[in-house]
């Protein structure tokens, strides 16, 4: 039997619980392919409850959870405007997915990009976007099977290790292209 996900807004009240499944989550990703001390470092400065806080406080940003029953699964964060990594008109930024390995494969994370596909097309925006490491081949594939397609590449440090990620991008139908489906 398939398990209920829920979507939700996350609000400033449930910092913690961010920190905890944003720190959780990207050490099961990446903690394999990187040395201890960089990832404690990531994890510190990236997840304290302070910058999550300011992130939660962004207007620009919006965090959602997964849930199944109450139970925290994985957590989306998008970005608009000046909150993006990259300035891109017309566009909103995905730049999070992470799921609890134990639901991988389940359509916890197709849920989480539905949700902010759902959301540009609210805002009536012309793409979405996101960065994602060169090497998380899971990652790649995944957005590459929800029509993105590489546009460019920028660094992204993880503590003194220079990364590169790639940028992608999908174009999204019109609002009035929509309704005539």
Known sequence: ME??????RVNVAEVKKLQEIGRFTFFE???EVNT???MSNYLENHFSEEQLENELNNRDSQFYFARVKEKVIAYLKINLGEAQNEKID???EIERIYVLKAFHGKGVAQALYQKAIDIAHQMQLGKVWLGVWEENYRALRFYEKNGFTAFGKHAFWL???????LLMKKE????NELKTH
Do not use: K, R, V
């Not at 398990?3 to 939700?8: D, F, L």
């Not at 999204?172 to 609002?175: I, M």
């Open 3 to 8: 398990q209920q996900i829920t979507i939700e």
């Open 29 to 31: 990703a990446f903690a």
């Open 36 to 38: 201890e001390q960089n």
């Open 90 to 92: 017309d566009a909103l």
């Open 159 to 165: 503590g003194d290790d220079e990364q590169t990620d």
């Open 172 to 175: 999204l139908a019109s609002t």
